[in-house]
């Protein structure tokens, strides 16, 4: 069991040495994945923050949450087309006829988007510090912050396993993230959700969304988490859990 458990662990770190190795072969990667919410993020701040009501001084400390679940929904999208490159060519076939773990072939794309998607949230987080943004939140909610922000990847990095193994073209594979992408739009994210109309109100605030901005504004800002922090986990848990499933069975059926 000892032996079989260390070589799924040496396959993994080969296959995200291997992942690891494209993006930075091309960092337009990351450099795509930030520019988009950094652009965001500048256009709110600069252009629209004076006239947007959101009960603070600093609009950035209340945007920046947002943002950076916008950039990890579109920095997923590069797992779904680097899988689906990797079918499409027959890689995944080829590993499967060699003597490793088969799930270490999968495992290998999402852990490369979690380091991808880490390394995207750093860029933005120091742009946002260079525009004002400010924390009082204290170490462990720091590390509360991350842990929800890795979750959030984690799980939405699975849904995007599904399209890269089913998807019958490139454009099929990374249109999934669109919707993703655009719901922070119905959300806290970027105004109250007090403000909007009864039934859009209530779609943002019984949507994942919301309770995940909600509860990463409130630990960098030094509030209390309130119920939250626990809704957000939730939602994060059953999203990992439910496509973890549909993707292992994607995927069991491509090997079959």
Not at 132 to 153: K, N, P
Not at 221 to 246: E, H, K, R
Request: hydrophobic share 55%; glycine share 6%.
């Amino acid at each position: 069991m000892e032996t079989a458990k260390n070589h799924f662990f040496s396959d993994m770190g080969v296959m995200v040495g291997r992942s690891m190795r494209h993006i930075f072969r091309s960092m337009d990667t990351i450099i795509t994945v930030c520019i988009t919410p950094i652009a965001m993020m500048l256009l709110f701040v600069y252009v629209f923050g004076g006239a947007i009501q959101a009960g603070t001084d600093n609009y950035v400390n209340y945007l920046l949450p947002g943002i950076l679940l916008m950039a990890i929904a579109s920095g997923i999208s590069y797992t779904a087309y680097r899988l689906f490159l990797d079918k499409q060519r027959g890689i995944i076939e080829r590993f499967h006829t060699m003597p490793i773990a088969r799930s270490a072939v999968l495992w290998g794309h999402v852990l490369t988007s979690v380091v991808s998607n880490v390394i995207s949230v750093v860029v933005i987080i120091l742009v946002a510090l260079i525009m004002g943004f400010r924390s009082s939140a204290e170490v462990l909610s720091w590390l509360a912050v991350a842990g929800i922000l890795v979750l959030f990847t984690l799980a939405l990095t699975w849904v995007a396993v599904i399209p890269g193994l089913t998807a019958k073209s490139v454009e099929g594979a990374s249109a999934f993230s669109y919707p993703l992408i655009f719901l922070p739009f119905i959300s806290s994210a970027f105004v109250p959700t007090e403000s909007m109309p009864t039934f859009v109100r209530v779609f943002a605030e019984n949507q994942p969304v919301t309770s995940i901005v909600e509860a990463i504004r409130a630990l960098l800002s030094g509030q209390p988490v309130g119920n939250d922090i626990w809704v957000a986990l939730a939602w994060c848990l059953g999203i990992l859990i439910v496509a973890y499933l549909f993707a292992m069975r994607a995927y069991k059926r491509k090997a079959a």
